[in-house]
C-alpha cells in the first residue's frame, strides 16, 4: 500500500521558519523524484519544488527559490521542505508527491503517479 505522510506544518508568524517532512512507504523511493506542491485557500494547486531520485538535483519555483530548501534522506525514505523567511501569502495545504517516469525532476502535478493528503502552513501573526 502506497503512502505519503507529510508532518510538520502549523502556525507561523511572517519571517519564521518551518520544516516539512514526508514520509514514504509502499514503493521503492530511490526510484523517484519527490516534489512539493501547495494549494492556497481558494486558489489552485501550484508547484513549489523537486527532486532527483538519484543525484537530488533539484527545482524551484520563482517564488520559492531562495527561501525553501527541498532535500532527501534515501535511507529513511523521507523528503523534506525547509521553509524560511516565511510570508503570509505561503499560507495553504502543502502535498508531497512522487513520480516516476522522467529521469529528473519536473514541477508538474500531472506527472506525478502518489500524493499525500497534506499539512496545512498558517502564516499569520
Known amino acids: 500500500q502506497v503512502q505519503l505522510v507529510e508532518s510538520g506544518g502549523g502556525l507561523v508568524q511572517p519571517g519564521g521558519s518551518l520544516r516539512l517532512s514526508c514520509e514514504a512507504s509502499?514503493?521503492?523511493?530511490?526510484?523517484?523524484?519527490m516534489a512539493w506542491f501547495r494549494q492556497a485557500p481558494g486558489k489552485e494547486r501550484e508547484g513549489v519544488a523537486c527532486?532527483?531520485?538519484?543525484?537530488?538535483?533539484?527545482d524551484y519555483e520563482d517564488f520559492s527559490r531562495g527561501r525553501f530548501t527541498i532535500s532527501r534522506d534515501n535511507a529513511k525514505s523521507t523528503v523534506y521542505l525547509q521553509m524560511n523567511n516565511l510570508k503570509p501569502e505561503d499560507t495553504g495545504v502543502y502535498y508531497c508527491?512522487?513520480?516516476?517516469?522522467?529521469?529528473?525532476?519536473?514541477?508538474?502535478?500531472?506527472?506525478?503517479?502518489?500524493w499525500g493528503q497534506g499539512t496545512l502552513v498558517n502564516v499569520s501573526s
Open positions: 527532486i532527483n531520485k538519484r543525484d537530488g538535483g533539484a
Open positions: 508527491a512522487a513520480s516516476g517516469v522522467q529521469n529528473v525532476c519536473v514541477i508538474d502535478e500531472y506527472v506525478h503517479d502518489y
Open positions: 509502499g514503493f521503492t523511493f530511490v526510484h523517484y523524484n
